[in-house]
Nanobody, 119 residues
Framework: QVQLVESGGGLVQAGGSLRLSCAASGRTFNGYTMAWFRQAPGKDREFVAR????????NYADSVKGRFTISRDSAKNTMSLQMNSLKPEDTAVYYCAARPPGAVAYSYWGQGTQVTVSS
């Protein structure tokens, strides 16, 4: 069964950096789209960034464009989110998600990792 496990969250001051990792297991992910979402207290879950597993095409939310970088390592079955110039408004639980080829929804989700940015 597909399993996604996030790691790398923590507490950081504004302007600092964190690197999140998502370990994916259970199958190969050829043709999948993998993404990062986040949810702050009292807010809806929002899209952060996505990457196509095979072609490495990437897309970012406007709020993180230029600050965050998504990448994947097919050999290790991991996907990462490098977060630079962090702002207090980046504080949220960050989730890794995977969408099978041809599917509409992201079918698989990790449990999330907390990112807290202090001012």
């Amino acid at each position: 069964q597909v399993q996604l496990v996030e790691s790398g969250g923590g507490l950081v001051q504004a302007g600092g950096s964190l690197r999140l990792s998502c370990a994916a297991s259970g199958r190969t992910f050829n043709g999948y789209t993998m993404a990062w979402f986040r949810q702050a207290p009292g807010k809806d879950r929002e899209f952060v960034a996505r990457i196509t597993w095979t072609t490495c095409y990437t897309n970012y939310a406007d709020s993180v464009k230029g600050r965050f970088t998504i990448s994947r390592d097919s050999a290790k079955n991991t996907m990462s989110l490098q977060m630079n110039s962090l702002k207090p408004e980046d504080t949220a639980v960050y989730y890794c998600a995977a969408r099978p080829p041809g599917a509409v929804a992201y079918s698989y989700w990790g449990q999330g990792t907390q990112v807290t940015v202090s001012s």
